[in-house]
């Protein structure tokens, strides 16, 4: 996609309502919520005027009308006054959108330190497995407890989007992304409080067997032979021999056996139809899928989040219980975490969080070549209602600039914020 944009400079006494215009000054010397915006009122026009500008930028193609004529009168200067109501509601208004953003901006770097934590809290209960398992299994218990503890303080969750990890250590990301994502989705199917930390545990462990198998066949990034394909769904199977010598609860066992096998018997490894599964099993088999999707041994191979919903529900639908399916996509959304989206006024982003209340009205990191990186606008769609999602794109369609500003993850990996009314999910 071309990013590049043709405009051209005009006097401010030719503005009016309809145009596009980019204003050349500094996100915080000026009341607007962005630096470039379709002009909707003549309290805009005059604020405009008010910034000391002879000359604004305009995109024609993005602009429902033309610039006024230029006067052939010179301007009249514009005066210093004090602000009138309109203007300082204006002010107020961007200083709590900045108060805002700060307070957006905590709560990511706050939800990535506590997604480390668990991670690395399930990288030394693995660790510790088989020769401390009473104290690991302690462990994963008191991880899923406050994760629970999070879910069930908040009517709605918020699933954010991470960063993207340490190459190598995408097993714990893995198990950790199904866990958060099923206990989610099991909140939402009003499971009961004890199912959903069943869930949780079970999810931790979920692929454990793949331990007995070859490092070798586990990561690699391109196709596997049939006779690998049949060594790796042994996981499954090696999973419940490790599990019931570690004596975890058998619905626990049942998710590690079944969370391969698909509700029209075609997965493995007992190709056990939807009426034979655990019913958590059938919950876990959704969300196991949705991250395989996502995150596969080569990242090329990879579906955006947007694309592995859709995969899911127009063509694997026959494998999934529908419930547990359509529950799922309605508490990612259409466009989930990590999704390259263009909005309506054609600003391109990535969506960030998502908020099970409101799946259409994500959280969006915009692209602004004239705000730095590290200072970028994260636009709360549900307040923000003149802006809606208008298309989801891959990242390969976006131009290098825009690319490197909004950081496209090559893994996804979710966690939800514990830190505030209305968890959202971050990804």
């Not at 405009?7 to 010397?29: A, F, M, P, R």
């Not at 230029?70 to 109501?85: L, M, T």
Request: include cysteine; hydrophobic fraction near 40%; charged fraction near 25%.
């Amino acid at each position: 996609m071309n990013s590049s944009l043709i405009t051209k400079n005009i006097s401010v006494e030719q503005l009016c309502i309809g145009l596009y215009v980019h204003l050349d000054v500094g996100w915080l010397n000026h009341s607007f919520a962005r630096n470039s915006f379709k002009i909707k009122s003549d309290k805009q026009i005059s604020a405009i005027k008010q910034l000391g500008l002879k000359t604004v930028r305009v995109e024609p193609a993005r602009s429902d009308c033309r610039p006024l004529p230029v006067s052939q009168h010179p301007a009249e200067p514009v005066e210093a006054i004090e602000p009138s109501p309109e203007e300082l509601e204006l002010i107020h208004a961007k200083r709590a959108r900045i108060e805002k953003l700060v307070a957006e901006s905590s709560a990511i770097a706050q939800c990535e330190k506590e997604f480390e934590k668990a991670a690395n809290t399930l990288k030394n209960i693995s660790r510790n497995l088989f020769s401390r398992p009473q104290e690991a299994q302690r462990e994963a218990d008191q991880l899923i407890q406050q994760m629970l503890e999070s879910l069930l303080a908040d009517k709605d969750i918020a699933i954010h989007l991470m960063n993207d990890k340490i190459a190598g250590e995408e097993a714990y990301y893995h198990s950790l992304n199904v866990s958060v994502l099923a206990m989610m989705l099991a909140k939402e199917l009003h499971l009961s409080e004890p199912d959903i930390k069943m869930i949780g545990v079970a999810c931790l462990f979920h692929d454990i067997g793949k331990i007995e198998i070859p490092d070798r066949i586990v990561n690699k990034t391109f196709a596997l032979t049939k006779a690998e394909q049949n060594l790796l769904q042994q996981h499954c199977q090696y999973g419940v021999v490790i599990a019931e010598k570690l004596g975890l609860p058998k619905q626990v066992i049942d998710i590690i056996q079944q969370h391969h096998e698909y509700a029209d018997g075609s997965g493995y490894p007992n190709r056990l139809t939807s009426g034979q599964m655990s019913p958590l099993a059938r919950i876990v088999s959704v969300v196991n899928a949705y991250d395989n999707h996502c995150n596969r041994p080569n990242p090329a191979d990879s579906l955006t989040p947007y694309e592995a919903l859709a995969f899911m529900f127009k063509q694997q639908r026959k494998l999934f219980e529908p419930a547990a399916l359509d529950m799922f996509i309605h508490c990612l959304g259409v466009y989930p975490p990590g999704t390259i989206v263009q909005l309506s006024d054609a600003t391109l982003g990535m969506v960030m969080s998502i908020n099970s209340g409101k799946p259409l009205r994500p959280s969006v990191l915009i692209y602004d070549p004239e705000i730095p990186k590290n200072e970028a606008i994260i636009l709360d769609l549900s307040k923000e209602t003149d802006l809606e999602v208008a298309a989801s794109l891959r990242p390969k369609q976006l131009a290098p600039e825009v690319y490197e500003y909004l950081s496209p993850r090559k893994r996804m990996s979710y966690f939800m914020d514990t830190q505030r009314t209305g968890n959202k999910i971050r990804s």
